[in-house]
């Protein structure tokens, strides 16, 4: 699975772990951290706190942060090459399930995001099929909003590192979340909206 170091995958490695020791799961789970060069970060402190407590993390360096510095779309450019290196990682290890740890509010802000930029009406699956089904990218988190998420690490123990992105504050992401927050001091309810929104499509009030 994919590990940023960011609590919400913090939480899933772990929620996964536990899992697997409660019902006696038969999954071999391995944590997979691409680092992408951003100045600051140092990834044996993340491959160091998963190893003591019993999870195996492999970390991947790379030169993303030097790719993306010239492009005009940094968020999407990163999450693209960070994806397609993970993707080579599972083909290497024979590894067909990827667990990503996006939720509820991602899958909001995906929605909206290609709308706004792209076009089109589209998000994050639970689970979506890529090359040609040889691999899978899973997000057991999907519906599970971020309070549920900070709970779920609470009891963990857990506290995320700290974002060393350059580039976030003035992404496109982070644009919409903003937008998002500031509609959500009048309507508590936006993000839980607009999620059930993508499952509630009337498509007679649609133009075919």
């Not at 609590?7 to 951290?33: G, N, P, R, T």
């Not at 019993?54 to 999450?79: L, M, N, P």
């Not at 909003?145 to 992404?171: H, M, R, W």
């Not at 998002?180 to 498509?203: A, G, Q, T």
Request: proline letters at 3%; hydrophobic letters at 40%; charged letters at 25%.
């Amino acid at each position: 699975m994919g590990v940023s170091g960011g609590i919400d995958s913090l939480a899933l490695v772990f929620l996964l772990q536990k899992y697997k020791e409660i019902y006696h799961q038969i999954w071999e789970i391995k944590a997979c951290h691409i680092d992408t060069g951003f100045p600051g970060w140092d990834p044996s402190v993340l491959a160091e706190f998963l190893k003591v407590r019993g999870i195996e993390c492999i970390a991947v360096k790379t030169s993303i942060y030097r790719k993306i510095r010239s492009v005009d779309d940094k968020c999407f450019s990163c999450s693209r090459y960070r994806r397609r290196k993970i993707v080579e990682i599972a083909e290497e290890l024979n590894i067909s399930n990827i667990a990503l740890a996006h939720h509820q509010e991602d899958a909001v802000e995906t929605i909206l995001l290609n709308m706004f930029y792209a076009g089109r009406t589209s998000t994050l699956l639970p689970r979506q099929a890529i090359v040609h089904g040889r691999f899978a990218f899973v997000r057991p988190l999907y519906y599970l909003n971020k309070t549920i998420i900070l709970k779920i690490a609470q009891a963990f123990g857990l506290k995320g590192y700290k974002n060393v992105c350059p580039f976030y504050k003035d992404s496109r992401r982070e644009l919409i979340r903003n937008l998002l927050e500031r509609v959500k001091k009048n309507n508590p309810d936006v993000y839980s909206n607009i999620f059930h929104s993508i499952f509630n499509i009337k498509k007679q009030y649609m133009p075919s």
